[in-house]
């Protein structure tokens, strides 16, 4: 399976891709992972792209594709992948599609996430991670009285904010999709990748969606 999850920050890409994971047994390769991980590891590559994520605007196209390549190398993703993330801008889809086509494997689907820009704000503002184990709450849309639990860390879980999901930078990152990331859609719309799903449902229910859309596209 090599499949690219699009959609704007906060849609569910990762957690949809995480539920992928666990049900094809192939990799999610997340840019923006990949990336924080190199800033709080204060390598080089970290640091030069650190600004930009601070700031909602998009990393370098050189630094992204350069980890891209190294990661699809990998050898669990010889048998396919989640792209969650990337490509971000029509440079980045022609980039992935020549790296695809050296190694004779193309896409199979772009699935697009599809959610309306009030849940989405909403989606960003409330989103709290554990910071012990990565796992991903939302304060604001959770039923009120309802404690956040995590079935690794318990009922207390040590909840964070994404530094760039601050109310200042989500409406950057918002602006900046739209602008960079949506000519996207029409770009695999033509090419016959695209497949649009509602995101605007329980995990659970998207998950199904997802799993149709794989099974039409072959996978
Ligand atoms: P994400 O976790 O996907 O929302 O990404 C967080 C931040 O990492 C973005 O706001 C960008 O600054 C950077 N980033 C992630 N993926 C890419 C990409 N494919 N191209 C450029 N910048 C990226």
Redesign the pocket.
């Known amino acids: 399976m090599r499949i690219v999850l699009l959609g704007a920050?906060g849609s569910g890409k990762g957690t949809q891709s995480q539920l992928m994971v666990k049900a094809y047994g192939v990799p999610q390769i997340?840019?923006?992972?990949l990336?924080r991980e190199a800033v709080a590891k204060g390598t080089e590559l970290g640091r030069r792209a650190k600004a930009?994520?601070d700031a909602?605007?998009?990393?370098d196209?050189a630094i992204?594709l350069g980890m891209i390549r190294e990661r699809l190398d990998g050898s669990d993703a010889a048998n396919g992948f989640i792209l969650?993330?990337?490509?971000?801008n029509l440079a980045?889809a022609a980039a992935l599609a020549e790296l695809l086509s050296v190694i004779g494997k193309p896409l199979q689907a772009v699935i697009l996430l599809n959610l309306d820009l009030g849940v989405l704000f909403k989606r960003l503002t409330g989103r709290r991670i554990c910071q012990d184990c990565g796992r991903v709450f939302n304060v604001l849309t959770a039923p009120p009285g309802t404690k956040p639990h995590c079935e690794k860390c318990g009922d207390a879980p040590r909840l964070i904010q994404r530094p760039?999901d601050r109310e200042e930078v989500i409406g950057k990152?918002l602006e900046v999709y739209e602008a960079q990331t949506t000519p996207l859609i029409q770009h695999y719309r033509e090419n016959g990748l695209l497949r649009v799903i509602d995101a605007d449902a329980p995990q659970e229910v998207v998950f199904a969606s997802l799993r149709q859309a794989i099974a039409d596209s072959g996978g």
């Open positions: 920050p997340s840019t923006g992972d990336l930009a994520i909602g605007t998009l990393v196209d992204v969650d993330g990337f490509p971000r980045q760039d990152r």
